[in-house]
């Protein structure tokens, strides 16, 4: 019904910058929250950032100040903007979204098949 499709991973220098994007498809009326999570190896997922369909934001507070999430709701994407990025930020990012159906009308989330991001000089 729904898809998410990330981009923009790759790898990176320490300090380095890098810019995510999702793109959702498929029966979207509209989608309330949308936010990215990432597992490193090994380990759970974690919630990285969020974004609310008025602009409010979180943040988990180890990236505050070097990530920044944003929206375009008239094209359904979300990107995340990851500066000053460390070895430690290496991990899959995940894009997610709670997405109101079209047709049906129900409500679900739904998340992407992730991107490898790796910060490594």
């Known amino acids: 019904q729904v898809q998410l499709v990330e981009s923009g991973g790759g790898l990176v220098q320490p300090g380095g910058s890098l810019r995510l994007s999702c793109a959702p498809s498929?029966?979207?009326?509209?989608?309330?929250?949308m936010g990215w999570y990432r597992q490193a190896p090994g380990k759970q997922r974690e919630f990285v950032a969020s974004?609310?369909?008025?602009?409010?934001?979180n943040y988990v507070d180890s990236m505050k100040g070097r990530f920044t999430i944003s929206r375009d709701n008239a094209k359904n994407t979300v990107d995340l903007q990851m500066n000053s990025l460390k070895p430690e930020d290496t991990a899959v990012y995940y894009c997610?979204?709670?997405?109101?159906?079209?047709?049906?009308?129900?409500?679900?989330?739904?998340w992407g098949q992730g991107t490898q991001v790796t910060v490594s000089s």
């Open positions: 498929g029966s979207i009326f509209s989608i309330y929250a």
């Open positions: 974004i609310s369909a008025t602009g409010s934001t």
């Open positions: 997610n979204a709670d997405v109101h159906l079209a047709g049906s009308g129900g409500r679900d989330t739904y």
